[in-house]
């Protein structure tokens, strides 16, 4: 895997925010704006996705981007869910509701591979080699 020098590279991040930008239409051009507490759920959960995946690759340790990583898999997972309530109230039509439902998908095998390969890598993040450059394994 190349080095990533920002988050705006990840893919995972990028599908992300596609996501949210998706659940934000949808937000402004239906019923659901109306629909306060899903709403507001629906856009905290998918934002959720993007941010943690950007926190987690700031933080600049692999253990604690995988800890982020752990909590942007979960939000999407809940926006899986919050997607169901959108189609069961006739927020989104099946089709729509297949899009990003499937969009979700991808971005979690994504942030799972980030995850597999962060697991196994010696490379511990950038700022542990800022604090120790005389060990070239960190």
């Keep these: ?8 590279d990840i893919i995972a ?11 934000y239409h949808i937000i402004e051009n239906t019923a659901l704006s109306k629909d306060y507490k899903l709403k507001e759920q629906i856009n905290s959960s998918c934002g959720s996705i993007m941010d ?44 729509k509701f297949n899009e990003l439902y499937d969009l979700a998908e991808e971005i979690k095998r994504m942030i799972l591979a980030l995850i597999r390969y962060l ?9 542990y080699k800022l604090r120790h450059k005389e060990d070239p394994k960190l």
């Design 1 to 8: 895997m190349a080095t990533l020098t920002k988050f705006e």
């Design 119 to 127: 697991s196994k890598t010696p490379f511990r993040g950038i700022k």
């Design 52 to 95: 943690n995946i950007a926190e987690g690759f700031g933080r600049g340790g692999s253990l604690e981007f995988i800890q982020f990583l752990e909590i942007s898999h979960a939000s999407t997972c809940e926006s899986q869910s919050q997607l169901y309530r959108m189609l069961d109230r006739s927020y989104i039509k099946e089709d």
């Design 13 to 23: 991040w990028q599908k992300a925010r596609h996501f949210c930008k998706e659940v």
